[in-house]
């Protein structure tokens, strides 16, 4: 009677530990820090020998932020907000739409890939991800950035396949600035 008692209470305590270890598997990422993280290495002093390492850290700061949010969505679906209204002033909030802009800006390139496009296209379909955070994203993109001819072909793609391609930024849809970008030599 004695080990049976012995080995429930075990058994009750490794079950507590594991259900404890599943949750801190399951904290959603510290959007405080990601913001801290993303103004580090500002540099925009391009006569400073360090501004091109400033630049990559940088880069990479936003991929590590990105990866950080999609890891999290694959588990527990993405983040809650809207970018359509305005909200309190939240870490979350600020963190997500800085960390999309940012990470379209340095290499809209991450948004082709398959696991991502299609984590992305299931939370928009789930109503967990607005559309219009992509849209806004790559319309800043197009806005500040060279776009070559094959991603732009890749880029057309990407808005149809999320269905994104009629969202408005600022008057115009997606799909029309995009037609209407200026191309660069692709390197």
């Not at 008692?5 to 801190?24: D, G, P, T, Y």
């Not at 880069?59 to 309190?88: C, D, L, T, W």
Request: charged share 25%.
């Amino acid at each position: 009677m004695m080990k049976v008692a012995k080995m429930n209470c075990i058994a009750a305590f490794s079950l507590l530990l594991l259900c404890r270890c599943n949750m801190a598997e399951l904290q959603p990422p510290n959007y405080c820090q990601m913001l801290s993280n993303d103004q580090a290495h500002v540099n925009y002093d391009k006569s400073d020998a360090n501004y091109l390492s400033d630049k990559a850290k940088r880069h990479e700061v936003f991929r590590n932020n990105f990866f950080e949010i999609m890891e999290y969505a694959s588990k527990e679906g993405f983040p809650q907000i809207n970018v359509k209204q305005p909200a309190p002033d939240s870490c979350m909030q600020r963190a997500i739409t800085i960390t999309f802009i940012h990470i379209a800006q340095s290499d809209v390139t991450i948004f082709f890939d398959r696991k991502i496009k299609r984590l992305l296209q299931q939370e928009i379909q789930k109503g967990n991800l607005p559309p219009n955070l992509i849209a806004k994203s790559i319309a800043i993109m197009l806005r500040t950035n060279e776009l070559c001819r094959q991603t732009k072909v890749d880029l057309l793609q990407f808005v149809k396949d999320l269905a994104i391609d009629s969202e408005v930024v600022q008057g115009e849809t997606l799909s029309e600035m995009l037609k209407q970008k200026e191309l660069v030599a692709c390197e």
